[in-house]
């Protein structure tokens, strides 16, 4: 399935999504702290052989994520991210 196919697809993409929320949400709170943003970014980093997000950085993704400042990134904020980063690749 391309990439294309996938975005037009909002229930593939509600699949996607969900499953990478989960894999985040490690108190499985259904919200994601910055904590947790933070030990995702630092792992993508790592796995990726990139240099280490600096807290600054991490703080600065999640204030863009976190759309209604309630210093908690919600499934609908982080669906956001996950679209634009499959439109990256389309």
Request: hydrophobic share 40%.
């Amino acid at each position: 399935m391309s990439v294309q196919n996938i975005l037009n697809n909002p229930k593939r993409i509600d699949k996607i999504a969900k499953k990478v929320f989960n894999s985040v949400d490690k108190d499985g709170s259904g919200l994601i702290d910055m904590n947790e943003l933070e030990k995702v970014m630092v792992t993508i980093s790592s796995d990726l052989d990139l240099p280490m997000p600096s807290h600054n950085e991490v703080k600065e993704v999640f204030n863009m994520l976190d759309a209604d400042n309630s210093t908690m990134i919600s499934y609908k904020e982080f669906r956001v991210l996950i679209v634009g980063i499959l439109e990256s690749f389309a």
